[in-house]
């Protein structure tokens, strides 16, 4: 079992910029591609970015070029820096992680508000 805590979420103004952090903990060696995805009312979630042990990247086409998703093996971290944000990126952003066998861990969220 693996355990995913976010942070760095908040209020930020369109064209702003913010860092998400997620640290995961537990069955260490379960931690394998991590990701980041997030969800507004009524819609389902969504795919953001992703990222595996060795690095290979996957993003979100509306993100490309303005989100870069990076990670720390020794610290068994995740980050979503996340530029040029625009009101649209709004929602509650979720840590995850695929375990062995597909197995989906999450994180509890943190809200992101653009937001003049």
């Known amino acids: 079992q693996v355990q995913l805590v976010e942070s760095g979420g908040g209020l930020v103004q369109p064209g702003g910029s913010l860092r998400l952090s997620c640290v995961a903990s537990g069955s260490i060696f379960s931690i394998n591609t991590m990701g980041w995805y997030r969800q507004t009312p009524g819609k389902q979630r969504e795919l953001v970015a992703t990222i595996s042990r060795v690095g290979t990247t996957n993003y979100a086409d509306s993100v490309k070029g303005r989100f870069t998703i990076s990670r720390d093996n020794r610290r068994n971290t995740v980050y979503l820096q996340m530029n040029s944000l625009k009101p649209e990126d709004t929602a509650v952003y979720y840590c995850?992680?695929?375990?062995?066998?597909?197995?989906?861990?999450w994180g509890q969220g943190t809200q992101v508000t653009v937001s003049s």
């Open positions: 995850n992680n695929k375990g062995p066998g597909g197995v989906d861990s």
